[in-house]
C-alpha cells in the first residue's frame, strides 16, 4: 500500500560557480569605471565587453563571462555553471516502513538525505 502526503515535484535551477573577482561591491558602490585612472582587472585583454544593469539604474561595463555574485555583492567571472535538479515528495508505505528507516525524515527536520550522493 502507498499513501501519497505529496505528489512528486520536480524543479531545476541553475548553479554558479565563480572565480576570481572582478570588481568587488565596493568598487560598485563607488563607480570606479568612471575614473580617469581605472584599469579594469581583465583575464583576456581585447575580449568581448557587455552592460549589466544593477540596481535597475546603474550600467556596469564588463568582460563577457563575468556575473553577479548575490552571495558577496561583487562581479565576479563564472568558471562553471550546471544544474540542480530536484524532487521532493511525501508519502506513506506502512507495509516497509521499518526498512528504509534510514531513508525516513521527521516531521520538521530540515536536513534530507540524498540518494546517489
Request: net charge negative.
Amino acid at each position: 500500500m502507498l499513501i501519497w502526503r505529496r505528489e512528486p515535484h520536480f524543479e531545476s535551477e541553475p548553479i554558479t560557480y565563480f572565480g576570481d573577482t572582478f570588481l568587488t561591491k565596493e568598487e560598485i558602490e563607488d563607480r570606479v569605471w568612471k575614473n580617469k585612472d581605472y584599469q579594469p582587472k581583465v583575464k583576456v585583454l581585447g575580449g568581448d565587453w557587455a552592460t549589466y544593469i544593477y540596481d535597475s539604474n546603474l550600467e556596469i561595463p564588463i568582460p563577457v563571462g563575468v556575473d553577479y555574485d548575490f552571495n558577496t555583492g561583487a562581479m565576479k567571472y563564472v568558471e562553471r555553471q550546471t544544474m540542480l535538479h530536484k524532487m521532493r515528495m511525501r508519502l506513506v508505505i506502512p507495509e516497509v516502513q521499518e526498512q528504509f528507516a534510514t531513508l525516513v525524515k521527521p516531521e520538521g527536520q530540515i536536513y534530507t538525505p540524498r540518494l546517489g550522493a
